[in-house]
């Protein structure tokens, strides 16, 4: 079946512009992660999304990131203001239950975002 | 979670068994070892995962020690392809959820 998606693949935008990342999760999975990995530097958690409950924002770096997620589904990170140190790969990943028993997040193939 | 510890390197001849260690000293009764692995500018790919018992897939198998606290992944047969930062991961089951914490891995390079 699909796996998880993410659009665009590859993004580049000049520093103080606003940036939407997109991830189309497994079908029928109730949990989505949000990760990013800055260059040569390991995963980062930055938000967790399960079903109706109010979401993980524990890993956001600060106020200019948000997400949501839409019908259960879709998810959008937002990043406002662009810096150079967001630069980085914006990963998502996607599983069935969100944590009851053994939970294996799979992931999409990221979105490589460079701020000029 | 616990903690892992793994090499930072490894280097395997292709066609030969991988053993790729994890210590999870600290590991508690309901948490799960789970690998994952990254090829270069990919997303991390799920290979396995276990809780007590050894475990196999078509991908690899898994070895966790009696008391638990290390385990060793096992690629059979090693081919080029399977060159990539290899990742041990605990994680809590139940109703405890969220992210996974990933560590810096093992480099695993497979040569001819």
């Known amino acids: 079946g699909a796996g998880v998606s993410q659009s665009p693949s590859n993004k580049v935008t000049e520093k103080g512009k606003d940036v939407e990342l997109r991830c189309d999760p497994i079908?029928?999975?109730?949990?989505l992660y949000w990760y990013r990995q800055s260059l040569g530097q390991g995963l980062e958690f930055l938000i967790y999304f399960q079903g109706n409950s109010a979401p993980d924002k524990s890993g956001l770096p600060s106020d200019r990131f948000s997400a949501e997620r839409t019908g259960g589904s879709v998810s959008t990170l937002t990043i406002q203001r662009t810096q150079q140190e967001d630069s980085a790969v914006y990963l998502c990943?996607?599983?069935?239950?969100?944590?009851?028993?053994?939970?294996?997040?799979?992931f999409g193939p990221g979105t490589r975002l460079t701020v000029l | 979670d616990a903690k892992t510890t793994q090499p930072p390197s490894m280097d395997c001849a292709e066609g030969r068994a991988a053993n790729l260690p994890c210590n999870h000293s600290t590991i508690s009764g309901n948490e799960y070892v789970y690998w994952y692995r990254q090829i270069h500018s990919q997303g991390p790919q799920y290979i396995i995962h276990?809780?007590?018992n050894n475990e196999t897939n078509e991908m690899a198998s898994l070895i966790i020690t009696e008391d638990r606290k290390s385990s060793t992944l096992i690629l059979p047969h090693a081919t080029l392809r399977d060159t990539a930062v290899y990742y041990c991961i605990v994680r809590s089951g139940g109703t405890s959820y969220g992210k996974l914490t990933f560590g810096q891995g093992t480099i695993l390079t497979v040569h001819p």
């Open positions: 990943a996607s599983s069935f239950s969100g944590g009851v028993g053994a939970d294996t997040q799979y």
């Open positions: 276990g809780l007590k």
């Open positions: 079908s029928g999975h109730t949990a």
